[in-house]
């Protein structure tokens, strides 16, 4: 069964600065998709950024990026000039290949970042 | 587009009571999830449906929960009797097949406090 780990609890960074949220997941699939979510004190869950992992070319929107290493099964958030509206939860999900007939997401247990003014 | 649509957005009820959580899907899309949020169990898929039809309840806590989708439009959770360890933030999403790498768009989520 396939699993996301993310392994910081928690993370802060200083405004304007730049911040990695690391994931790890285990899968015997070649081909999947990885999301990062964010989810502000509003609780609305938001896409930030997602990868098809066919691509080798690292998915960007704006100030956020990924660097995605698939031998490693590894899917790090970048966020750069990190901003106070960046401050929220984020959760990694990776997502099967339509053709394995599951359309389950599984989800990491979050990251909290905290932006410091 | 309105996005998913869920209410109520805040349902306080006492332990025995059913509880009844509604959820309208982003309009022409396929899949609906039902995921429960806590601070000890993080996000958890309960139950998610293709074309109306439930396809995946192996994550539903027990037989006190059930959940239907009478049309592609409408969708609900219902737990009876509640429980306090049932308080929890709940989410739907819906997405849709053909849509790409499928991402889920998540609604609000109803937060439910059982006393």
């Known amino acids: 069964a396939q699993t996301v780990t993310q392994s910081q609890p928690e993370m802060s960074v200083q405004e304007a600065e730049t911040v990695t949220l690391s994931c790890t997941y285990d899968?015997?699939?070649?081909?999947?998709?990885l999301f990062w979510y964010k989810q502000p004190p509003s609780r609305q869950m938001i896409l930030v950024i997602r990868?098809?992992?066919?691509?080798?070319q690292n998915a960007t929107e704006n100030r956020f990026s990924v660097n995605f290493q698939k031998a490693a099964k590894s899917f790090s958030l970048k966020i750069s000039d990190s901003q106070l509206g960046d401050a929220a939860m984020y959760f990694c999900a990776y997502r099967s290949p339509p053709l394995s007939g599951t359309y389950k997401y599984i989800f990491g247990t979050g990251t909290r970042l905290k932006v410091l003014a | 587009d309105a996005g998913v649509i869920q209410s109520p957005r805040h349902e306080v009820t006492e332990m025995g009571q059913e509880v009844t959580l509604r959820c309208k899907p982003i309009?022409?899309?396929?899949?609906l999830f039902w995921y429960r949020q806590t601070m000890m169990r993080g996000l958890e898929l309960l139950i998610y449906?293709?074309?109306?039809?439930?396809?995946?309840d192996s994550g539903m806590p027990e037989d006190r929960f059930s959940a239907k989708m009478p049309n592609a439009s409408f969708s609900t959770l219902k737990i009876q009797p509640s429980e306090p360890r049932d308080s929890a933030v709940y989410f739907c999403?819906?997405?849709?097949?053909?849509?790409?790498?499928?991402?889920?768009?998540f609604g609000p989520g109803t937060r439910l406090t059982v006393t």
């Open positions: 309009s022409g899309h396929d899949y």
């Open positions: 899968t015997s699939e070649s081909d999947y998709y």
């Open positions: 449906f293709n074309n109306n039809v439930p396809i995946d």
């Open positions: 999403a819906s997405s849709y097949r053909r849509d790409g790498p499928y991402e889920q768009y």
């Open positions: 990868q098809e992992a066919y691509k080798q």
